[in-house]
């Protein structure tokens, strides 16, 4: 479904990604994790069509979707909410832009995630995780095959953060849009997604690829399990190999 070929991106002399190529399939959960600075964001941007490629293709269902705006679900790493919009005129512009806001939908995903009473506040009123929600929803609500998710859940406390995956993951086992998701939580990857990738340090390209094994729908438990500790460790060791000076993002 979402098909990345052979990408190349610079900025000015900084070769920030380097023939990257990976596929998304329908319906599939893909985590990438990466060391900070590798490109994560920069994919991000890539894919949603808002900066240029130097090179390769990015394909949704065979269509070249470079430049192209609308076509993903996308929430940016910074929550990006128009200081002069409600909240739900935030979670409702992308819609709007498409002449069809379903304003009563957006209500209901407020409410879900604990925002009703917030819904006609000002986004300057709500705590950096609350307005990583706004933008969540807003993804969300959007409606496109593919939702690309930028670090989230990183602004959360750690028992919002937790609340949050199995939010997340109960949604998604409802509905199955495909997800790529950008973290730097190895735990969240391995909770989350059907898939990890692992990127090197800039210029960023695939090191490796983990398939998770465990089943669904996913339960806490498997946080305890030897095998998720075991996997765990194999990708912490794949991000040390990757790690110079920065820490691992
Ligand atoms: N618009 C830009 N102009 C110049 N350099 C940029 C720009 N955007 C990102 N970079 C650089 O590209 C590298 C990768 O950034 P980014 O994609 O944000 O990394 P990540 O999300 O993996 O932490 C960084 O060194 C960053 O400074
Ligand atoms: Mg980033």
Redesign the pocket.
Known sequence: MLNIQGIHKS??S?Q?INNLSFEVKEGEFVAII??????????FQLIGGI?TLDGGAILLDEEDIQLKRGTIGYMP?QPCLLPWRTILENVTIVEELQQQPHIEQAQAWLEKVGLAQFENAYPNALSGGMQQRVSFIRAIVSDKPILCL?EPFSALDEFTRLEMQAWLLSIWEQHRKSILF?THNIEEALFLADRILVLTK?P?TIKEEMIVPFERPRSEGIRHSAKFYALKQQLFNYLKEEKDDAYV?
Do not use: H, I, M
């Open positions: 900025f000015g900084l920030v990466g060391p900070s600075g590798s490109g994560k964001s920069t994919l900066s790493q930028d950008v800039r960023a993002d």
